[in-house]
């Protein structure tokens, strides 16, 4: 038992992968690409799940390169028309309110972010199937998953592209409502292109006093990191 649990499937600490990962992806990419934004480019859906599963099957779980995604991005690079992109950190649900609302667009807009939205997957070394017991956990196993390291250079590639104004709804009712560890905070302000303008919104729980706002010293940091790169920033405190 000691043996099997140390080597076999479950020794991760994380969720295993989604069941019915392959079928799903197959499906929302036929959604997505028939009912959701039927004018996009056409899209081979086969090739798109192919791709997917061979960025990550039979690979060690714990060794995710960006460069294992290349062929699946190149076949869907997550792009929106200019000035059209929301960001988020610890606001999912509102940030896709305010999107929606506004005809703007998030990375889960786009097909990939759709494709993967809520799912997990890994593979094992030696086998074509998925991990459906466990995957890696981000802090307790690796960083370098394979689910993480998607999410990075998704929004890697999403935050290069942008262009105008773009905006970013940051949680004001948290203590820091720019966290520099988040993706937003690593990976997205930190790639925008210089002369693009970010506008951030800071939204916190009605009835509760906010914990953070513009003025505080999270938003000078996420303002310094801008300034280095020369992105305009605008911030807005108090919507609910
Ligand atoms: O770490 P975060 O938020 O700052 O990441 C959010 C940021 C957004 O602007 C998105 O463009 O990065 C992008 N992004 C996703 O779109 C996404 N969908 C689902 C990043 N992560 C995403 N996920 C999952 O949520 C993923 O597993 C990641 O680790 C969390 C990040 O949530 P967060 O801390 O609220």
Redesign the pocket.
């Known amino acids: 038992i000691y043996k099997w649990h140390y080597s076999g499937l479950n020794r991760w600490h994380g969720a295993g992968s989604t069941a019915d990962f392959q079928k799903i992806i197959q499906e929302r990419c036929d959604t997505y690409t028939q009912t959701i934004r039927p004018g996009s480019r056409s899209r081979n859906c086969q090739a798109i799940r192919q791709a997917f599963m061979s960025a990550f099957i039979s690979k060690d779980p714990c060794k995710a390169t960006k460069e294992d995604y290349n062929s699946l991005i190149n076949l869907a690079p997550p792009t929106v028309p200019c000035g059209q992109?929301?960001?988020?950190?610890?606001?999912?649900e509102l940030?896709h309110e305010y999107a929606k609302r506004r005809r703007l667009m998030?990375?889960?807009d786009t097909l990939l972010?759709y494709l993967?939205?809520?799912l997990s997957w890994c593979g094992e070394p030696g086998s074509s199937d998925l991990n459906i017991w466990s995957c890696p956990d981000?802090r307790k196993d690796c960083r370098t998953n394979y689910?993480?390291v998607f999410?990075?250079v998704?929004?890697e590639r999403?935050?290069e592209s942008a262009c105008n104004t773009v905006r970013?709804v940051l949680?004001g009712s948290l203590e820091n409502a720019f966290?520099s560890?988040?993706?937003?905070?690593?990976?997205?302000a930190p790639n925008l292109r210089p002369q693009v303008e970010l506008e951030a919104w800071l939204v916190h729980d009605t009835g509760k006093p906010p914990s953070d706002s513009c003025s505080g010293s999270s938003i000078r940091k996420l303002k310094s990191i801008l300034d280095g790169r020369n992105v305009k920033f605008r911030c807005m405190d108090n919507l609910r």
């Open positions: 992109q929301v960001f988020w950190s610890k606001t999912k940030a998030t990375l889960e972010g993967a939205d809520g981000w689910v993480s999410w990075e998704l929004s999403f935050a970013v949680n966290d560890m988040s993706i937003f905070g690593r990976v997205e």
